[in-house]
């Protein structure tokens, strides 16, 4: 595409290309270059030999084409009547001093609790009278089309976090309490109950659940212990911590109870044995297909029920299946969740958690966008039941527009999203992903941010309707305030369309964004704009790809840490870095290895499937 | 002769008139049927006959079997009335009101004639200056009166000699009036492109040629114009350009004076009827801007050509790419033609430089000339694309081939169909420079397309 005046003084030293044909006689403007973004890609694949072209700058000075000549011709000595002196390349790459980069930026963020590692930033340390410190975070973009620009020395911003906003108090706006119930037995009998920490379950209460969905023929239970894990499962739909509210308290108030040591298993087939999933599927034996301690899989040690569901042919791609599917398992799960308000005493807690919706006046204002599947079929989320996870009292976001909604951290981590979706298996997000969402964890925990609210906004099928909800979301931010933004998407390719439109919308609006996907090989953007120059790739996969490793490729709490990094950065004016245009693992090991050093923190990085057991299929498909 | 359909909304903006005739009423060529109840014109009827039926958007007339030549006049007036009373609206494209248009209040401005006849295979326009190029010069006076311009500017394509050297014999003692040549590459008949190869003005999207002192008016109109103003006469009937798979041959059937409300179905068969061997769509306009119709849809004071495009071919649902600019085809008509060629819509791109305007509709930044399209070349090939459909004009196709082939992408072409039924050059490749001698006799450089290796 044509450039502008600024893009081409950005680009002076960059190779010179006609983006389209231009005649003999022609005088060589901005509007005649192609943008050298993209290159890089140009080469590779064999249609453009940039050999012998002259730069930007060289002629930009009144240089007149010799000769007509077509679009993606490099401005060669040749065919044109005068050009200037190359200048000396004297400014040293971005990236070197970068790698000096020193230290300290004040006000470590807290190391995050459970997990792992980071990544994000590139230190810059500018020694001059007082120290100026600066954070270049390098976005990771799988190798996107997303236009980052080059890195551009990054200009002495204003000190780092100076204390010059006023401060107020840290605020609780509301609290909640989870209550932990250790289950290390599970059996399937005739009641539905809890005596001591084991765990009976109705196996009638399935077949129930069953008869009242028209599309369900079967449902059945059984229960997988760790000795067990070897165990073959059709797809997996779902995963689902088992949890109620205590009294008639909503989601994000009052009390919840959870049981410790035990989660739902959602899979279903069709009657012809075809899966209930798109993009591939989970199916397999569990211990090669499970990413253990995912926020959305199974942990390791955990008992499994499964709820196996089979429904009417065809019914696996159109929404009421997955509905029906979901609803009848909902059943049992409510029958446990009844058992657990009148069974379960205080005595049996073995773990109090309370949380804290803080808000931190004075602090850099954020706000969590999460994209949530919402093209039809399994690829639907109910949104606000009235229990954890639950799906009475839930509405649809399909049936919602998919307009963007509104949460509080609180009840996004109390389980208000139940999640149908069903994109690719190592990038879903499941039920259980939500109540235990990294980015919302970690940004309520962050001194450094204040975290305005979480919004859930649809991807719906159709592009008009892409660009519709995106307009809304755009509005809702700006209404907002915010400082900055991120916006996280599970899945890739469709719903890339619509989330780097949400990125646009935001960063149109002069709101710093930093976004979150798997992106890696294999779900490279197909789209961009000049506003996604700041993203943290989920990715952990070995080799960049959908593994069908349920949960494998999903936000974690590295991530998390890597993208408040990043999104602090960018709030302060600082330029990201351009990623290398081939997705290398060397981006997020940099970002790591600057953040460790910047908070003086050791971050470890989670596991991928490579300490799986290999599975057949993965030999055969992937690894 | 089959009944004639008056649309109550003639042109593609403004708001449907209201009738002011009943069912039962006799009608005379010209008699005034429907008047404006917003943005529009009057309409008159086109015939002699009965009106018999009158729906939501039109209203029929079973046409007398005599068809004298004689008209209801409209009243005289000022000039400025006269075009307004005759229901003079634009006849190249949207069918502006000419009343409006013409009262610009120019400060010793321009009136352009648009005489580019910009979509390929037209020739209605071209033939009517060929045939007699008195009035249009005629006109132009009477616009420049009326619009408060001194200069008058009649833009052609420049391989249209025997047109251009009719104009040259009248121009020689007419020093107010001077004619501007044109490339022949698509588009040039935009408005905002006329203003910028005639006057050197580059206008923003949004602008208007007011803008540039001057206003814009097609070749044909300025004609309806002189007869509204000398004649008396409403707009009643216009020239159309039938080509295409038709019986016969593919050479233009150029229709003169066909009554306003005729079927597309009527103006086939005269020209021969529906190619036996098949055919794949009806276009009502041009190749780029026109839209599908039916046999039966009536034609309006803003039509200008009926073409009758090859078969489609079947993609077996290879997944397609949509290129979106404002030269050609909006997205819902080229998801049209995908459908049509039973392709899967898999990605959209726009043309960077097809602006949104308010309305919803889109125009270039600078039409006919290229921003780079090798972006989204590159976000088709990403998102799986097999083909690509494309609207662009001449500039951009080529931009588009010269990378969109190399990369696997294979390119199809909005007009496609159309240009292989009339027998043109598919838009591809541009080997003609966008620079004309303004000497008719100069023949230019067409063809130094060659790539620096």
Not at chain 2, 234 to 262: Q, S
Not at chain 2, 337 to 348: A, D, F, S
Not at chain 2, 412 to 432: C, E, N, P, S, W
Request: net charge negative; glycine share 10%; with cysteine.
């Amino acid at each position: 595409m044509s450039i502008t005046a600024e893009t081409a003084k950005q680009h002076a030293n960059d190779p010179a290309v006609l983006c389209c044909r231009a005649e003999a006689g022609t005088e060589l403007t901005p509007a005649n270059f192609e943008d050298p973004a993209i290159f890089p890609d140009l080469v590779d694949s064999g249609l453009l030999n940039l050999d012998g072209a002259l730069t930007i700058g060289q002629v930009l000075n009144g240089s007149k084409l010799t000769k007509t000549v077509d679009s993606l011709t490099p401005v060669t000595a040749d065919i044109v009547d005068k050009f200037d002196a190359a200048e000396g390349a004297e400014e040293a790459p971005a990236a070197e001093e970068v790698a000096e980069a020193a230290p300290a930026v004040a006000a470590p963020v807290a190391a995050a609790p459970v997990a792992p590692v980071a990544g994000g930033v590139i230190s810059l340390h500018i020694g001059e009278g007082k120290d100026i410190n600066i954070q270049i975070p390098v976005g990771i973009g799988g190798g996107a089309v997303a236009a980052a620009p080059a890195a551009v020395a990054a200009a002495p911003v204003a000190a780092a976090p100076a204390a010059a906003e006023e401060e107020g108090e840290a605020v609780v706006v509301r609290e909640m309490t989870r209550k932990h119930y250790k289950i290390d037995k599970v059996v399937l009998g005739d009641e539905t109950k809890i005596e001591g920490t084991t765990l009976y379950i109705r196996e009638a209460a399935a077949t129930e659940g069953a008869d009242a969905q028209k599309l369900v023929h079967s449902l059945t239970l059984d229960v997988i212990t760790p000795d067990n894990y070897h165990t073959y499962t059709e797809t997996v739909m779902d995963i689902q911590p088992i949890a109620t509210k205590e009294d008639d308290y909503e989601l994000g108030e009052g009390v919840t109870r959870v049981l410790d040591g035990v989660v739902m298993m959602v899979t279903g087939i069709t009657e012809e044995g075809i899966q209930v999933g798109e993009f591939g599927s989970s199916e397999g034996y569990i211990d090669e297909n499970m990413m253990w301690g995912r926020p959305g899989a199974v942990d390791k040690g955990e008992i499994i029920i499964r709820a196996h569901a089979v429904i009417d042919n065809k019914k696996n791609m159109e929404r009421p299946g997955p509905i029906a599917i979901h609803t009848a398992v909902d059943h049992v799960t409510q029958e446990i969740r009844n058992a657990m308000k009148k069974q379960l005493t205080d005595e049996q807690v073995v773990d109090t958690q309370v949380m804290k919706q803080v808000r931190r006046p004075g602090k850099k204002k954020i706000v969590i966008v999460k994209e949530i599947m919402g093209q039809g079929a399994m690829h639907d989320n109910f949104l606000f039941p009235t229990e954890p996870v639950g799906v009475l009292g839930a509405k649809p976001n399909v049936d919602l527009g998919n307009v963007p909604v509104a949460a509080n951290p609180l009840e996004v981590m109390d389980g208000c999203i139940h999640a149908l979706t069903c994109i690719g298996p190592a990038s879903k997000e499941m039920s259980r992903h939500y109540w235990r969402e990294p980015l919302v964890y970690e940004a309520i925990h962050d001194d450094d941010v204040d975290l305005v609210g979480v919004i859930f906004v649809g991807s719906p099928q159709a592009n008009t309707d892409k660009f519709y909800v995106s307009r809304r979301l755009g509005q809702m931010v700006e209404s907002m305030n915010v400082d900055g933004a991120f916006v996280t998407t599970e899945g890739f390719g469709n719903n890339h369309v619509d989330f780097t439109s949400h990125i646009e919308q935001i960063g149109k609006r002069g709101v710093p964004v930093v976004g979150f996907s798997f992106c890696a090989v294999q779900g490279a953007l197909v789209t961009g704009n000049k506003y996604c120059d700041a993203m943290i790739d989920n990715n952990k996969s070995m080799s960049g790809i959908e593994n069908e490793v349920l949960a494998c490729n999903t936000l974690c709490h590295e991530d998390a840490i890597r993208g408040l990094a990043m999104l602090k950065a960018k709030m302060a004016g600082e330029t990201i870095k351009a990623p290398e245009r081939k997705y290398t693992h060397a981006v997020k090991e940099s970002n790591v290895e600057l953040i460790e050093k910047a908070y003086g923190t050791k971050m470890e990085l989670v596991e991928n499937e490579q300490s799986l057991p290999m599975s057949e299929k993965r030999k055969a498909k992937y690894d | 002769m089959e009944n004639i359909q008056m649309l109550l909304k003639q042109g593609a903006v403004g708001k449907p008139c209201a009738p002011v005739v009943k069912v039962g009423d006799k009608v005379k060529k010209g008699t005034l049927i429907a008047t404006p109840t917003g943005l529009g014109v009057n309409v008159h009827s086109s015939v002699y006959g009965e009106v018999v039926e009158i729906l939501e958007d039109r209203i029929i007339i079973k046409p007398d079997d005599e068809q004298p030549e004689e008209y209801e006049k409209i009243a005289k007036g000022t000039n400025l009335e006269m075009i307004k009373e005759a229901g003079v609206i634009g006849q190249g494209g949207a069918g502006f009101p000419t009343f409006i248009k013409a009262d610009a209040h120019l400060d010793h401005g321009y009136v352009l004639v648009n005489a580019s006849e910009c979509e390929p295979g037209l020739r209605h326009n071209i033939q009517q200056i060929e045939e007699d190029p008195a009035p249009l010069l005629r006109g132009i006076h009477y616009l420049m009166e009326i619009a408060g311009a001194d200069k008058g500017i009649i833009a052609i394509k420049k391989k249209n000699r025997a047109a251009v050297e009719a104009l040259d014999a009248l121009l020689k003692d007419d020093p107010a009036i001077e004619r501007h040549l044109l490339p022949d590459i698509y588009p040039m008949g935009e408005e905002r492109a006329v203003v910028r190869e005639c006057l050197g003005i580059e206008l923003e999207p949004d602008k208007l040629p007011s803008a540039a002192n001057a206003i814009v008016i097609n070749s044909e109109t300025v004609y309806s114009c002189v007869a509204a103003i000398e004649d008396q006469k409403p707009l009643i009937d216009k020239n159309i350009t039938v080509r295409g798979m038709i019986e016969g041959g593919n050479e233009a059937h150029v229709f003169e004076k066909v009554p306003v409300g005729t079927s597309v179905g009527a103006l086939i068969e005269r020209a021969g009827g529906l190619d036996s061997r098949g055919y794949g769509e009806i276009i009502m306009g041009g190749a780029f801007t026109g839209k599908s119709t039916t046999l039966d849809a009536p034609i309006t004071k803003a039509t200008g050509a009926i073409l009758v495009t090859r078969q489609f071919r079947d993609l077996h649902g290879a997944k397609v790419g949509i290129l979106v600019c404002a030269c050609g085809g909006n997205l819902e008509r080229m998801q049209e033609l995908v459908k049509k060629y039973n392709g899967t819509e898999t990605h959209v791109c726009y043309c960077k430089q097809a602006a949104e305007m308010p309305n919803g509709t889109r125009k270039c930044e600078r039409p006919g000339n290229c921003p780079g399209q090798v972006k989204n070349n590159l976000e088709f090939k990403k998102a799986g694309c097999e083909y690509i459909i494309i609207g662009n004009c001449s500039d951009c196709s080529n931009t588009v081939m010269a990378s969109g082939p190399k990369m696997g992408l294979k390119v199809m072409h909005q007009t496609d169909l159309a240009m292989m039924a009339i027998g043109h050059a598919l838009y591809r490749t541009l080997k003609v420079s966008k620079k004309v001698d303004q000497d008719l006799d100069v023949v230019d450089n067409v063809e130094d397309n060659e790539t620096v290796e």
